[in-house]
Protein backbone atom coordinates (compact mmCIF):
# COMPACT_ATOMS: atom_id res chain seq x y z
CA UNK A 1 0.00 0.00 0.00
CA UNK A 2 1.22 4.06 -0.62
CA UNK A 3 2.52 5.72 2.45
CA UNK A 4 -0.17 7.75 4.30
CA UNK A 5 -0.25 11.26 4.13
CA UNK A 6 -0.13 12.55 7.28
CA UNK A 7 -1.36 15.62 8.62
CA UNK A 8 1.65 17.47 9.55
CA UNK A 9 3.17 16.52 6.16
CA UNK A 10 4.59 20.07 4.93
CA UNK A 11 2.98 19.38 1.49
CA UNK A 12 -0.59 18.45 3.70
CA UNK A 13 0.12 21.36 5.68
CA UNK A 14 0.83 23.68 2.36
CA UNK A 15 -2.75 22.94 1.22
CA UNK A 16 -4.55 22.77 4.32
CA UNK A 17 -5.42 18.75 4.33
CA UNK A 18 -7.05 17.06 7.16
CA UNK A 19 -8.26 13.68 6.90
CA UNK A 20 -11.46 14.51 8.54
CA UNK A 21 -12.79 17.47 6.78
CA UNK A 22 -15.61 18.28 9.87
CA UNK A 23 -11.96 19.54 10.96
CA UNK A 24 -10.96 22.08 8.57
CA UNK A 25 -11.01 25.65 9.43
CA UNK A 26 -14.06 27.00 7.36
CA UNK A 27 -12.65 30.68 8.23
CA UNK A 28 -9.65 30.22 6.99
CA UNK A 29 -10.45 27.47 4.11
CA UNK A 30 -13.44 29.49 2.98
CA UNK A 31 -13.34 27.20 -0.31
CA UNK A 32 -14.49 24.24 2.11
CA UNK A 33 -18.15 23.35 2.27
CA UNK A 34 -19.62 20.86 3.93
CA UNK A 35 -20.21 17.64 1.62
CA UNK A 36 -16.82 18.03 -0.32
CA UNK A 37 -14.86 15.42 0.93
CA UNK A 38 -11.74 13.02 -0.96
CA UNK A 39 -14.46 10.56 -1.66
CA UNK A 40 -15.87 12.87 -4.31
CA UNK A 41 -12.72 14.82 -4.84
CA UNK A 42 -11.12 14.40 -9.05
CA UNK A 43 -7.87 13.27 -7.67
CA UNK A 44 -8.94 10.49 -5.37
CA UNK A 45 -8.96 7.07 -7.22
CA UNK A 46 -9.13 5.00 -4.14
CA UNK A 47 -12.23 2.31 -4.75
CA UNK A 48 -15.88 3.38 -3.86
CA UNK A 49 -16.26 2.39 -0.31
CA UNK A 50 -12.93 2.26 0.79
CA UNK A 51 -11.95 4.05 3.93
CA UNK A 52 -8.87 5.68 2.10
CA UNK A 53 -7.04 5.95 -0.84
CA UNK A 54 -4.59 7.46 -3.57
CA UNK A 55 -4.18 11.09 -4.34
CA UNK A 56 -2.94 12.29 -7.31
CA UNK A 57 -2.57 16.30 -5.40
CA UNK A 58 0.07 14.28 -3.20
CA UNK A 59 1.61 11.93 -5.03
CA UNK A 60 -0.20 8.80 -4.75
CA UNK A 61 -0.40 8.84 -1.17
CA UNK A 62 -3.31 7.26 0.85
CA UNK A 63 -5.51 10.39 1.85
CA UNK A 64 -8.44 9.44 4.30
CA UNK A 65 -12.08 9.26 2.71
CA UNK A 66 -13.56 11.73 4.99
CA UNK A 67 -10.43 14.41 4.31
CA UNK A 68 -10.34 17.35 2.16
CA UNK A 69 -7.40 20.06 1.32
CA UNK A 70 -7.38 23.46 -0.76
CA UNK A 71 -7.08 21.20 -3.88
CA UNK A 72 -10.19 19.70 -4.22
CA UNK A 73 -11.92 19.75 -7.04
CA UNK A 74 -15.49 17.64 -7.79
CA UNK A 75 -15.03 14.63 -9.46
CA UNK A 76 -17.30 14.29 -12.93
FE1 LIG B 1 -8.46 14.88 -0.83
FE2 LIG B 1 -8.77 15.87 -3.26
FE3 LIG B 1 -7.18 17.11 -1.51
FE4 LIG B 1 -6.46 14.80 -2.54
S1 LIG B 1 -6.75 16.72 -3.67
S2 LIG B 1 -6.32 15.36 -0.37
S3 LIG B 1 -8.38 13.70 -2.74
S4 LIG B 1 -9.41 16.84 -1.35
Known sequence: AAAK?????????ALGYK???????????????VGNTCANCTQYT???GAASGPCGAFGGKDVAAKGWCMAWVKKA
Open 5 to 13: LEENDPTAI
Open 19 to 33: ADASKVDAKKYPAYK
Open 46 to 48: AKA
